[in-house]
């Protein structure tokens, strides 16, 4: 019995042991779920968006039940679309800047040299902005609008440095060039193609570039697997409809062409015909012979062929547009002005801008008719015709080399953030 007792004792003494040296207190045991708790798999938390723009980094506030959480970061596919388009921009902008080199090294140079060196702002600066603008083919009226609101934010010292007028002035030329495409708005640039077929009627006068733009644009949709007439409206000369069956070729673009010398009108309404008979053609093109502006016949007859292309499809044409040569300023603007009274305008198509040192008639054009420039030729080749962007046009226009620099820079470091 009292062997029996001893046993017991020593065995309690054992297994109290165990308990006291062998096995570590709880608050040192590692939890079972340990290994595998989801706090171990998550990163490291991401800092604030707001630090990467240089705010000071703070520490987020929970959001109370059923609010939204502030800021969400963008999805990587989000953030890639939103790189490409930045990157689509930049080389539009570098593209348009490099057409636009005579004028920006002309009428943006002249104005540029105004500030050079210049911090405080002398009032006497508007008038040399004036001469720089008069001759620079912007207008006496444009000219002036422009001059009076610089005036009024001078006054009211909301323009206290160079960097300011500069700013202002580029703010003008964005308020004027944003001409909607149609009632009720819309994005200027390009053709809109809501028929099938679209039906588009290139007028203007003698060599501005009618035939090229249509060749142009038809190189253009074709690329983009689109059906394509042209009619060939020009029927006094035998080299117009050449020049026009020579795109085609290049192009494989149909044909349509009447008599040497026959009606205009009647090559407008069988093309029409035909184009709308056509389930493959997307987009017709009638091409007229150049006219005076000035001469009431010449007027009368585009007149017509407008007429004979809307008996052939009720509410064609859909575009009509009028070619402008950048080259002859003013002129431009008076032929423009008489065309939109004869024809109802949807746009101009501005031509040889690579070949003028001013530029400005852009401005006037689009101030004093209040029609969307849709188009900008910038050359003589096939992909020299750029669709006409307020923002971007702007943008080539007004940056400064150190200001595209920085621009890149600023978007380098949000792209890969
Ligand atoms: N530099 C430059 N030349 C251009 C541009 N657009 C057209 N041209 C040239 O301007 C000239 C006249 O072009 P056309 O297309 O024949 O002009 P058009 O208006 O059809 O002429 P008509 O049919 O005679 O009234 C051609 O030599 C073209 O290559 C442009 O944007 N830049
Ligand atoms: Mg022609």
Known sequence: MTTLLIVLVIAALAIGGYFVLGRKPPEL?????????????????????????GAPASTPTPPKPGEALKSVPPAADERAAKKAARARA???????????????????????ALFTGKKEIDPAILEEIEEVLLTSDVGVKTTQTIIERLREQLSKNELSDSDAVWRALRAEASRILEVPTHAGGGETGGLRLEQKPTVVLMVGVNGVGKTTTIGKLATKLKSEKKGVILAA?????????????????????????????????????????????DPTCDVLFIDTAGRLHTKAPLMDEIKKVKKSIDKAMPGAPHETLLVLDATTGQNALNQAALFKEALDLTGIVLTKLDGTAKGGIVLAIADALQIPVRY??????????????????????????????????????????
Do not use: C, N
């Open 90 to 112: 930049k080389r539009d902008v570098a593209g348009m800047k490099k057409g636009l080199a005579a004028t920006r090294g002309g009428f943006m140079a002249r104005l540029s």
């Open 29 to 53: 045991q590692p939890a079972p779920e340990d290994k595998e708790s989801p706090k171990k798999k998550l990163p490291p938390p991401a800092p604030p968006v707001t630090a990467k723009l």
């Open 376 to 417: 900008v030729g910038l050359g003589e080749k096939a992909d020299d015709l750029r669709e006409f962007y307020a923002d971007e046009f702007v943008e080539a226009l007004f940056s400064r080399e150190e200001e595209a620099t920085s621009a890149i820079s600023a978007d380098g470091a949000q792209a890969s953030a």
């Open 233 to 277: 409206g020009d029927t006094f000369r035998a080299a117009a409809v050449q020049q026009l069956e020579v795109w085609a070729e290049r192009t494989g673009s149909q044909v349509v062409k009447g008599k040497e010398g026959g009606d205009p009108g009647a090559v407008a309404f069988d093309a029409t015909t035909k184009a709308a008979a």
